[in-house]
Nanobody, 123 residues
Framework: QLQLVESGGGSVQPGGSLTLSCAAS????????VGWFRQAPGKEREGIAC????????HYVDSVKGRFTISRDNAKNTVYLQMNSLKPEDTAVYYC????????????????WGQGTQVTVSS
């Protein structure tokens, strides 16, 4: 019943931009912390961005600070990841995940995961 549906992945050239969407059904994202994760082939999954439940404070891993922006539109029950100045090392499968009440400050097992969407950055 708690589902996340992702969209927006694709192929872009270095320096390009892409926006990923994570739409929720069956629950209100406003009460969940939502994180974006990515995993490249042969590499460990890493969390790259998070937006806290209700308060909406945002957090980013250093490698994407200043380039990526996570946001939430409560009216659309959707979280976005705006990605600018994309680099080849950003190539990965991107996932969104939601954890009830999360403030992003501590590890927490998500209650729901999206299906993942491929982002490829190449020239």
């Amino acid at each position: 019943q708690l589902q996340l549906v992702e969209s927006g992945g694709g192929s872009v050239q270095p320096g390009g931009s892409l926006t990923l969407s994570c739409a929720a059904s069956g629950f209100s994202l406003d009460y969940y912390g939502v994180g974006w994760f990515r995993q490249a082939p042969g590499k460990e999954r890493e969390g790259i961005a998070c937006i806290a439940s209700r308060v909406g404070t945002t957090h980013y891993v250093d490698s994407v600070k200043g380039r990526f922006t996570i946001s939430r539109d409560n009216a659309k029950n959707t979280v976005y990841l705006q990605m600018n100045s994309l680099k080849p090392e950003d190539t990965a499968v991107y996932y969104c995940a939601a954890a009830f009440g999360s403030r992003c400050s501590d590890p927490q097992s998500p209650d729901s995961w999206g299906q993942g969407t491929q982002v490829t950055v190449s020239s």
